[in-house]
């Protein structure tokens, strides 16, 4: 946190860091920001949401900003917000500081007389975010029940990662989000593209510890209620003409909003038993139990490993080996292959603990255990969005066997 200002010049100061002063002391910061196109500054057409506040895009040298004018005390708190917030991992814009400008003095009358007070403007600065996906790419003609639930996806997937965090934004809608396609590294299945919402106005947030369900869901139903004049506003600029969010939307929200929040629990306690990074190691459990079985799963190779060395090992222990010995270059094989491709919605985690629930439910059919390459098989084989080639199948195969033979013998009961 800039504590003191970096450099003061008059009546400015600025707290940015020294990388961007020579760039931004050039603004013409003693006028309001609506008045800036007259001081030969370029300015960028950036579409953006409704606002209360003067927002303004400028473009110098190879530095985009998004400067918005408010109150110094506003300005230096949504800075200091979005620090943690980026602390935090939340997807949020990157906060580059704030200007204060005192604007003098002026008389004020109060109950003991007439007292001079300090008047400051403040300028909130971050950095453009790029590639925004615009509203009319959004919300164009035939915007799908699909499609709208990508977006409404993207959107709660937000909350969770805020709320599990105890972060309350008091002001959750549209228009203070960003959409936007990101290109971001999945674990052990490479990269991919997905679609993220962005907070882009971080004025009312609050961090506390935790928050109570009562304030999460306060949150959700605002969203809900801003839907109204979001849809109002994109109506009027003739972006739509048929209903954003149908009653169906949203109760399709706060579903997925519960179910995903309960996923975040689990995983949360996963992570404190195993002192597994969920989302560095393995990637998200998509589904509520997936914490369950995996935890089962690795209380098995606890119980193998354990047999083997006529010792209790901990579970933490028997993790680390799992992800090491088994989980790593089980995603090492399929990333190999691509594998990811053909089940484009799924994390490392999900494919592996649904691999084993599905040997689980062809063990049940057959009467016996069916074995893990059996069920990996016939899991690749039926369960991807496109057929995978049979020599690749067979290759997958014959690279998972090989590499469950070298595990020690008494693990095999499990893995083969
Ligand atoms: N860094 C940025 N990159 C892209 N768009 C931005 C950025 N900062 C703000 N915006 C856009 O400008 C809008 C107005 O900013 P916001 O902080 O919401 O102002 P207000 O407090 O007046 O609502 C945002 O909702 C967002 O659409
Ligand atoms: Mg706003």
Request: hydrophobic residues 40%; charged residues 30%; neutral net charge.
């Amino acid at each position: 946190m800039m504590a003191s200002p970096s450099k003061r010049d008059g009546n400015l100061q600025f707290f940015v860091p020294d990388e961007f002063l020579p760039v931004l002391v050039n603004f013409p910061w003693q006028e309001s920001l609506e008045k800036w196109q007259e001081h030969g500054l370029r300015l960028l057409e950036v579409k953006s949401g409704l606002s209360r506040h003067v927002v303004r895009f400028v473009q110098a040298n190879s530095h985009r900003f998004a400067i918005k004018e408010t109150s110094l005390e506003s300005a230096r708190r949504e800075y200091a917000t979005y620090v943690r917030l980026r602390e935090m991992d939340i997807h949020t814009l990157w906060p580059v500081g704030f200007v204060a400008r005192n604007d003098g003095t002026r008389i004020i009358e109060t109950k003991v007389g007439r007292l001079p007070q300090e008047r400051h403007t403040g300028f909130l600065i971050t950095e453009l975010m790029e590639k925004v996906v615009p509203d009319s790419f959004l919300f164009r003609r035939g915007f799908s029940k699909n499609n709208r639930r990508r977006i409404w996806d993207a959107v709660i997937r937000l909350f969770v990662e805020m709320h599990s965090q105890g972060v309350y934004w008091g002001d959750a809608s549209l228009a203070n989000m960003l959409i936007n396609f990101s290109s971001e590294i999945e674990p052990e299945l490479g990269r991919r593209t997905r679609l993220r919402a962005i907070l882009a106005d971080a004025e009312t947030v609050e961090i506390h510890r935790s928050i109570t369900d009562s304030l999460r869901l306060a949150d959700v139903e605002f969203f809900l209620e801003s839907m109204q004049w979001t849809e109002a506003d994109l109506r009027a600029s003739g972006i739509v003409r048929d209903a954003v969010m149908t009653d169906e939307d949203q109760e399709f929200i706060l579903e997925t909003y519960h179910k995903r929040f309960a996923v975040e629990q689990e995983m949360r306690s996963f992570e404190l038993m195993t002192h597994i990074d969920v989302d560095k190691l393995l990637g998200d459990f998509d589904v509520k139990g997936y914490a369950r079985v995996l935890l089962k799963h690795i209380n098995e190779h606890k119980w193998y490993i354990s047999e083997r060395l006529g010792r209790e090992v901990s579970l933490v222990d028997a993790a680390e080996e799992w992800y090491r010995d088994v989980f790593q270059p089980v995603c090492k094989v399929f990333l190999q292959y691509d594998v990811a491709d053909f089940f484009p919605e799924k994390t490392a985690a999900s494919l592996y603990v649904e691999i084993m629930e599905h040997k689980y439910l062809l063990s049940e059919k057959a009467g016996k255990d069916v074995g893990l390459i059996v069920a990996a098989r016939d899991f690749v084989e039926n369960k991807a969005t496109r057929k995978l080639p049979q020599p690749i199948i067979r290759s997958i195969i014959r690279e998972l066997r090989a590499l469950f033979k070298r595990l020690p013998p008494p693990l095999q009961a499990i893995y083969s």
